[in-house]
């Protein structure tokens, strides 16, 4: 049967109403699995995120697959942690999405940034100084600090951050620790900015993201009540960690480590290292170490064997066993709340 016509014209236009609609939508790359969890959230059903780094890779250093690297170069809008924690992608945002929106999180406003700790052991005021916080408004779990920090931020950040961009094939450890998505009120806080941009490029859906993101920011105070009363009895457990990358997760539920193996996940440590921390292991009176699923366990089992240290407890920052997804994030930092809950349990 043919159409008459007359009715093309009228028709048209009501074929093609699907494909402006999609278009409408940004085209959004991210870098790590936390991330990509985060921004699904905010997207909802509107769509997915693409993620540049693949789950088990180690993000201070990636070779992209062809598809992460056409994934940004067809970005609206690409969010990552920080240069300091990728800063390889720093030469492939700029080439492949120079015209797409970048956000930076570990720069967004009400995002507390730490400093690396030093040294294989860490003393307890580590855990009390070299901080800094902006206030997050609205956001009960976030404490108040005063203004003389924000200045702390300028001059520190501007002391490192050379340090950290230029070297592309490692991980720096002079300057802002980049782990920041292991405190959930800064998760809350790269919501809203995931959020605003969106409702930017996408006006149309604008009330959507911000909605979704509202909603997974009281998701986030309720898995923050919940793991602060699974941890309040594991308070004084004393572990190490594979490498120093959890201590977001540590100050937030005042479960603080007592050291670390090794400084990034992308370098071996040192003898000196190793032998500071045996040497030091009965006087901090550790009762676990955490493995990390992409190393090899030979190394722990080396550095603490004959101490009676629990060593088959495993923890890590990406979450690499976890499906991608909005559950992702969740379930991330329940692990971690896990491995330390077992650690206590153990040392009964």
Same mark, same amino acid.
């Given at each position: 049967?043919?159409?008459?016509?007359?009715? *093309?014209?009228?028709?048209?236009?009501?074929?093609?109403?699907?494909?402006?609609?999609?278009?409408? =939508?940004?085209? #959004?790359? +991210?870098?790590?699995?936390? =991330?990509?969890?985060?921004?699904?959230?905010?997207?909802?059903?509107?769509?997915?995120?693409?993620? #540049?780094?693949?789950?088990?890779?180690?993000?201070?250093?990636?070779?992209?697959?062809?598809?992460?690297?056409?994934?940004?170069?067809?970005?609206? +809008?690409? $969010?990552? !942690?920080?240069?300091?924690?990728?800063?390889?992608?720093?030469?492939?945002?700029?080439?492949?999405?120079?015209?797409?929106?970048?956000?930076?999180?570990?720069?967004?406003?009400?995002?507390?940034?730490?400093?690396?700790?030093?040294?294989?052991?860490?003393?307890?005021?580590?855990?009390?100084?070299?901080?800094?916080?902006? /206030?997050?408004?609205?956001?009960?779990?976030?404490?108040?600090?005063d203004g003389h920090e924000h200045e702390h931020e300028h001059d520190a950040h501007?002391?490192?951050?050379?340090?950290?961009?230029?070297?592309?094939?490692?991980?720096?450890?002079?300057?802002?620790?980049?782990?920041?998505?292991?405190?959930? !009120?800064?998760?809350?806080?790269?919501? &809203?900015?995931?959020?605003?941009?969106?409702? /930017?490029?996408?006006?149309?859906?604008?009330?959507?993201?911000?909605?979704?993101?509202?909603?997974?920011?009281? &998701?986030?105070?309720?898995?923050?009540?919940?793991? &602060?009363?699974?941890?309040?009895?594991?308070?004084?457990?004393? $572990?190490?960690?594979?490498?120093?990358?959890?201590?977001? $997760?540590? *100050? *937030?539920?005042?479960?603080?480590?007592?050291?670390?193996?090794?400084?990034?996940?992308?370098?071996?440590?040192?003898?000196?290292?190793?032998?500071?921390?045996?040497?030091?292991?009965?006087?901090?009176? !550790?009762?676990?170490?955490?493995? /990390?699923?992409? $190393?090899?366990?030979?190394? =722990?089992?080396? =550095?603490?064997?004959?101490?009676? !240290? /629990?060593?088959?407890?495993?923890?890590?920052?990406?979450?690499?066993?976890?499906?991608?997804?909005?559950?992702?994030?969740?379930?991330?930092?329940?692990?971690?709340?896990?491995? #330390?809950?077992?650690?206590?349990?153990?040392?009964?």
């Amino acid at each position: 049967m043919t159409m008459h016509t007359s009715l *093309r014209p009228l028709l048209l236009p009501c074929l093609l109403l699907p494909a402006v609609a999609a278009a409408e =939508v940004p085209s #959004v790359a +991210v870098d790590i699995p936390p =991330v990509h969890s985060l921004v699904e959230r905010v997207m909802g059903d509107l769509g997915t995120p693409q993620l #540049v780094i693949q789950p088990g890779a180690s993000p201070h250093g990636y070779a992209m697959r062809p598809s992460e690297a056409e994934a940004l170069a067809q970005a609206d +809008v690409v $969010f990552w !942690v920080s240069d300091g924690l990728t800063p390889w992608l720093a030469k492939a945002r700029q080439s492949l999405a120079a015209d797409a929106q970048q956000v930076e999180l570990m720069e967004s406003a009400g995002t507390q940034r730490l400093t690396y700790r030093q040294g294989a052991t860490f003393e307890a005021h580590d855990h009390d100084e070299h901080h800094e916080h902006e /206030e997050h408004k609205g956001h009960r779990h976030h404490e108040e600090h005063d203004g003389h920090e924000h200045e702390h931020e300028h001059d520190a950040h501007d002391g490192h951050e050379h340090e950290q961009h230029a070297g592309h094939d490692h991980h720096d450890h002079s300057g802002w620790d980049p782990h920041g998505w292991l405190d959930p !009120v800064n998760a809350q806080a790269w919501l &809203e900015a995931i959020a605003t941009s969106l409702a /930017e490029l996408d006006p149309d859906n604008a009330d959507i993201y911000r909605h979704n993101a509202e909603e997974a920011r009281g &998701e986030l105070d309720d898995l923050i009540d919940e793991l &602060e009363t699974r941890l309040q009895q594991a308070q004084g457990t004393r $572990f190490i960690v594979f490498h120093d990358a959890y201590q977001y $997760f540590e *100050r *937030r539920f005042d479960v603080p480590a007592a050291g670390a193996i090794s400084l990034g996940d992308a370098s071996d440590p040192s003898p000196a290292r190793i032998r500071e921390i045996q040497q030091r292991v009965a006087e901090l009176g !550790v009762q676990c170490v955490f493995r /990390e699923p992409q $190393f090899n366990p030979a190394l =722990v089992d080396s =550095v603490f064997q004959g101490t009676g !240290v /629990e060593t088959s407890l495993v923890i890590d920052p990406l979450g690499v066993d976890l499906p991608l997804g909005t559950e992702l994030y969740p379930a991330l930092l329940r692990q971690l709340a896990d491995g #330390v809950t077992r650690c206590a349990a153990e040392a009964e």
